[in-house]
């Protein structure tokens, strides 16, 4: 017996030793491969400056030769030049990559790195160039908010969601939240801001759809343009991403998406051109899936041939976290800089010169783009950051614009409400509001808002016995409330499980109560895709709470109004006959429960309208046949170490490759080519008022189409409206959609009885398709209809004109 528990004893140490050593082992080829990795590069010795009539030059006197370095009145452009003829090919392959992820994972001495930057741009110390900062994005400035050793906080502003910003169609307010946000990373020493987010909503179920504006490219790109700008206004860049066609997680380092050449230019790469067009960002993150079989990151025709040839971009492209796989082809194609960089890269582009496969041509230019970026930095500059960004003032702005962002669906002689009732809060997500999305999209705020403590602020009672019930279920159920934290937080939303009301609880309520509002709230976020049950349609405990609260509350002629508290679209159509009001907040930032508030009780006027259709049923998306439904969650062994090609056999399971057969059909462009009923159609939204639209003019003048169109708030309150201008082509040669966004505008705040004539100019190469025969811009000639409309399916006024 001894014998047997002396052997037992021995085997477990054993293998207790093995594991200690496999998991150290494994720690340490993670961090010297991905985290703080050594790349052989030796530092060579600082060259000293001289500073001679005001200008600084690099001390190069044993050459007998002075060089530009840091001075304003002479070019980037020359300085640029200068330094590169200055450097090794050591330091060079030294700057194409970053120095690894420790400081985004919080591994970093405060003292010499800022605790959740995510990437860097190296320093090149005997050249001066400093090392530069990158963090995320696109909802919010993301670092750690404590650090060890330091005792306060480095919270940052949690903006509203894309989705929600672009619900605003106002590209101002767009263009004062970047400046908000901008001013942030000025301020918390951080160089360039990941994000805006561009990518198409293909498909409701993409986990990141939050990060994204809309179905249509037109807001995709003019809301983001007027973000990019916003945040560059500080001196801060930003890194427009995923380009391109990333528009789903699942599988989504490997996924290749099959898409006609007309969708790329139509549809997936036409926000990122408007945004290159109207705000020519510092930088571009390329994605991490393929395109038609290549690597995002390793393509050649899209990096350089579209991007750089076609439209004229500037600046520098980086990788997504760990993307592409093949460094040297990276390069190559115009891949500038390889984030956060790895060890193995290193190794690829040493290797690559040394067998002659790295251009170094291409080197030279990407090293060029580096350098540019880095004498733009504020960095550069010497600015001297406060770690104090007003936080208060910011918070203002990010109250405003997610008010503004807020879209009524319904509305039954129920809003806006008077102050002072007492309003049962139904719904666990009334409590415990959800500012945004999961992953590298989330932000470290101070604070969210919840809804009850919104109402309060605004001068509502808040039901008791319903919060007593709230309280009750989380006590009852403590681990469902549970925060995920750190890591854990990035890839697990928080959903507290939902609470059941029976009968007589609810009758309690309503005996106390003047109207209820549910919440019904959903999270998603990097690295898994949404899925059907439970999610895109409702529980059974939301049917539920639903059901029961509108029979107790209607048999009682009290109001029910339901709060959609979300980051991507529900399915709607089922239910929304039960609720008198449905408001959707979308996921506000910090001053959600506020910006809600402000509608609810009328403080401000809904004036947000959607940027993506609510459709009947998914399967009423022509991509749904294509969008992967499983939801599996990424593998964070695939995003770090690749993975082997998947067998033909095992292909439809693992999702490899995604058919974009729907072409150009995507969002309101199908559903209007199908003639399908919608839910909520795109660009729908109601108001407090009403507006009428007055004679619409156009002017055809040097190739552009000048369109005026007043608009009168003829109701009784004060209220802004969104007007969108359509093209249709009804005689036309080519498959096209029925009609396709061209221009928004939206009027200032109107009070009753005042106008505001819109304008809007749009260029008449706007009309062009692309031809798939000639590769091409092509203009069809003949009649269109430009169409002003309330919403998609709202048109108000038409005019037509000859091309
Ligand atoms: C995301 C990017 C993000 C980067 C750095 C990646 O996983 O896809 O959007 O900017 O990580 O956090």
Redesign the pocket.
């Known amino acids: 017996m001894r014998k047997i528990l002396r052997i037992t004893l021995k085997t477990f140490g054993v293998i207790l030793v093995i594991l200690i050593v496999s998991g150290l082992l494994g720690w340490w080829y993670v961090s010297s491969q991905f985290l703080n990795f050594e790349d052989d590069y030796t530092e060579k010795e600082e060259i000293p400056k001289l500073t001679i009539d005001g200008y600084t030059f690099l001390d190069r006197n044993e050459n007998g030769v002075l060089d530009v370095y840091e001075d304003d009145r002479v070019s980037i452009a020359d300085r640029v030049e200068d330094l590169l003829s200055q450097m090794t090919l050591e330091e060079k392959i030294h700057i194409l990559k970053g120095s690894g992820m420790a400081s985004?994972i919080g591994m970093v001495d405060p003292e010499e790195g800022i605790p959740g930057v995510?990437?860097t741009i190296v320093a090149t110390p005997r050249l001066g160039m400093p090392a530069l900062n990158?963090?995320?994005?696109?909802a919010g400035l993301?670092i750690e908010p404590t650090r060890e050793g330091i005792d306060r906080t480095f919270y940052c502003t949690a903006f509203p969601i894309a989705t929600l910003l672009a619900s605003t169609w106002n590209t101002d307010l767009a263009y004062k939240v970047g400046d908000a946000m901008g001013n942030e990373a000025l301020e918390y020493g951080i160089d360039v801001i990941?994000?805006p987010?561009a990518n198409i909503h293909r498909h409701p179920f993409c986990g990141?759809n939050f990060?994204y504006y809309s179905e249509d490219p037109l807001v995709t790109g003019k809301i983001g343009a007027a973000m990019v700008n916003g945040i560059e206004s500080n001196g801060i860049g930003t890194?427009v991403?995923?380009f391109v066609a990333?528009n789903q997680e699942t599988n989504?380092n490997f996924n290749d998406t099959r898409v006609s050449d007309r969708a790329m230019r139509e549809i997936y790469l036409k926000g990122f051109e408007i945004i290159v067009e109207d705000a020519q960002p510092w930088t571009i993150?390329s994605?991490?899936n393929k395109v038609n079989g290549t690597h995002t990151a390793e393509s050649k025709h899209l990096l350089t041939d579209v991007l750089r040839d076609d439209w004229g971009f500037e600046g520098l492209v980086m990788s997504?976290?760990?993307?592409g796989s093949d460094a040297v082809a990276m390069v190559n194609a115009g891949n500038d800089l390889l984030?956060?960089g790895t060890k193995k890269q290193w190794d690829a582009l040493t290797k690559g010169h040394d067998e002659g496969t790295l251009n170094m041509d291409a080197v030279d230019t990407s090293v060029k783009r580096i350098l540019t970026l880095i004498f733009k930095s504020q960095k550069m500059k010497g600015y001297k950051y406060s770690e104090n960004p007003d936080l208060k003032a910011h918070a203002e702005i990010t109250r405003k614009s997610a008010s503004e962002g807020i879209v009524l669906l319904k509305n039954e002689a129920t809003l806006p409400l008077e102050k002072g009732k007492n309003v049962a809060l139904i719904g666990v997500y009334s409590y415990d509001f959800i500012a945004g999305g999961t992953?590298?999209?989330d932000v470290n705020e101070a604070y969210t808002v919840s809804l009850e403590e919104g109402l309060a602020n605004t001068g509502f009672s808040i039901n008791q016995k319903a919060k007593d019930a709230y309280h009750e279920h989380k006590t009852a159920n403590p681990e469902a409330f549970v925060k995920p934290e750190g890591m854990s937080a990035m890839f697990n939303p928080y959903l507290p499980t939902e609470m059941t009301y029976n009968a007589a609880m609810m009758q309690d309520i309503v005996a106390e109560s003047d109207l209820a509002i549910i919440t019904i709230g959903r999270n998603s976020g990097?690295?898994g895709d949404r899925v059907a049950t439970d999610d895109f349609l409702l529980s059974d405990k939301e049917k539920d709470i639903l059901q029961v609260t509108c029979k107790a509350f209607h048999a009682a002629n009290k109001k029910v109004i339901v709060v959609l508290n979300i980051g991507g679209v529900l399915e709607t159509a089922s239910w929304k006959d039960q609720p008198d009001a449905i408001v959707l907040a979308w996921q506000g930032g910090q001053e959600g429960g506020n910006a809600v508030a402000d509608i609810l009780s009328g403080q401000v006027n809904p004036s947000g309208k959607l940027t993506v259709t609510f459709p009947v049923e998914v399967e009423d998306h022509a991509s749904n046949v294509n969008f992967p439904q499983n939801g599996l969650p990424m593998k964070m062994t695939d995003?770090l170490f690749g993975k082997d090609d998947i067998p033909e056999d095992k292909m439809e399971e693992n999702v490899d490759f995604t058919e974009y057969e729907e072409g150009v059909y995507v969002g309101y462009r199908h559903f209007d080519k199908a003639n399908l009923d919608v839910s909520y159609p795109f660009g729908y939204g109601m108001s407090y008022t009403n507006f009428e639209y007055g004679e619409m003019e156009l002017v055809h003048e040097n190739d552009s189409l000048k369109i005026t169109v007043p608009v009168m708030n003829t109701g009784q309150v004060s209220g802004k409206e969104v007007v969108q201008f359509y093209i249709s082509k009804d005689s036309t040669q080519i498959d096209r959609p029925v009609q396709e966004l061209k221009a928004f505008a939206k009027t200032v705040l109107l009070s009753s009885g005042e106008t505001d004539t819109l304008r809007v100019h749009v260029p008449v190469k706007n009309l062009r398709y692309w031809n798939e025969s000639s590769l091409q811009w092509t203009l069809e000639s003949g009649t269109y209809k430009i169409k002003a409309g309330a919403s998609s399916r709202a048109i108000k006024k038409a005019v037509q004109v000859k091309i």
Request: charged share 25%.
């Open positions: 985004g995510v990437g990158l963090s995320d994005g696109p993301r990941l994000g987010g990141r990060e890194s991403k995923h990333n989504r993150m994605s991490y997504d976290w760990f993307g984030e956060p992953g590298s999209g990097e690295g995003l």
